[in-house]
């Protein structure tokens, strides 16, 4: 079947690259470029925001006594070391990528320029928005939100460790309820903590669709770009 989306924003936790030993563990990255390149083979202009996380967590940093706004600089360098792990893994399939941060290091990679991001990405190239929105206080989900907006992308595609939306944890709860479908209004409401409220509000101000899925679940990814997102909670 042919995509139901042209263009999308993909937004990966930085976690997901972490293993048992490895902070970024090679084989994770080459997984994930796999799954992102079987997207661009289907003609989907790819756009993606990376966590920091698996590397520093300015908040976690700052509940522990540092300058919030420090710690929030430095998760930005971890998406950038992140993002460029993650456009050598691309490349080294033969998908042309560039890496736009939004604080300006032009030795290793371009400046955010909306317009030269959207020509990447007409160009047929994968394009990583790395270092959040450049301000402290702003989480890589609100990064994703802003960015897609700004790019006229038709979903944010959020990718996590569980398969969409709960009532609670699964982990830590076994009665707990998927959503299949959920509106901004109730994940804002029940406090569900899958994106933070800016990110919501933002999507939901532009009547941006959210949806949620397990990354690691084989063909999840291609099923949703197709239309079916049985396997994926939906934000709408």
């Given at each position: 079947m042919p995509?139901?989306?042209k263009r999308i924003i993909l937004k990966l936790s930085g976690e997901v690259l972490r293993s048992d030993d490895n902070c970024i563990s090679p084989a994770i990255v080459q997984e994930m470029s796999e799954a992102i390149k079987s997207v661009v083979d289907m003609g989907v202009e790819v756009a993606l925001v990376i966590g920091g996380g698996n590397i520093f967590r300015g908040l976690s940093a700052s509940r522990k006594g540092m300058d919030r706004t420090t710690g929030d600089y430095m998760g930005m360098m971890a998406t950038c070391i992140n993002a460029l792990a993650l456009q050598d893994g691309l490349e080294s399939l033969g998908i042309p990528t560039r890496v736009q941060s939004a604080i300006a290091m032009q030795q290793i990679c371009e400046p955010y320029i909306r317009r030269k991001a959207v020509r990447h990405l007409e160009k047929g190239r994968v394009v990583i928005f790395a270092a959040g929105?450049?301000?402290?206080?702003f989480s890589t989900d609100t990064t994703a939100a802003l960015r897609a907006n700004e790019i006229n992308a038709e979903v944010?595609?959020?990718?996590?460790?569980?398969d969409g939306i709960y009532d609670k944890d699964p982990a830590k709860h076994d009665d707990a309820v998927k959503y299949n479908e959920i509106s901004y209004t109730?994940?804002?409401t029940k406090q569900l903590e899958v994106?933070?409220?800016t990110a919501f509000t933002l999507c939901m101000d532009n009547q941006l669709p959210i949806i949620v899925f397990d990354f690691h679940q084989e063909g999840v990814l291609k099923n949703i770009l197709c239309g079916n997102a049985e396997a994926a909670t939906?934000?709408?």
């Amino acid at each position: 079947m042919p995509p139901v989306y042209k263009r999308i924003i993909l937004k990966l936790s930085g976690e997901v690259l972490r293993s048992d030993d490895n902070c970024i563990s090679p084989a994770i990255v080459q997984e994930m470029s796999e799954a992102i390149k079987s997207v661009v083979d289907m003609g989907v202009e790819v756009a993606l925001v990376i966590g920091g996380g698996n590397i520093f967590r300015g908040l976690s940093a700052s509940r522990k006594g540092m300058d919030r706004t420090t710690g929030d600089y430095m998760g930005m360098m971890a998406t950038c070391i992140n993002a460029l792990a993650l456009q050598d893994g691309l490349e080294s399939l033969g998908i042309p990528t560039r890496v736009q941060s939004a604080i300006a290091m032009q030795q290793i990679c371009e400046p955010y320029i909306r317009r030269k991001a959207v020509r990447h990405l007409e160009k047929g190239r994968v394009v990583i928005f790395a270092a959040g929105t450049g301000s402290p206080f702003f989480s890589t989900d609100t990064t994703a939100a802003l960015r897609a907006n700004e790019i006229n992308a038709e979903v944010v595609l959020k990718a996590t460790k569980v398969d969409g939306i709960y009532d609670k944890d699964p982990a830590k709860h076994d009665d707990a309820v998927k959503y299949n479908e959920i509106s901004y209004t109730d994940c804002l409401t029940k406090q569900l903590e899958v994106m933070d409220s800016t990110a919501f509000t933002l999507c939901m101000d532009n009547q941006l669709p959210i949806i949620v899925f397990d990354f690691h679940q084989e063909g999840v990814l291609k099923n949703i770009l197709c239309g079916n997102a049985e396997a994926a909670t939906v934000v709408k």
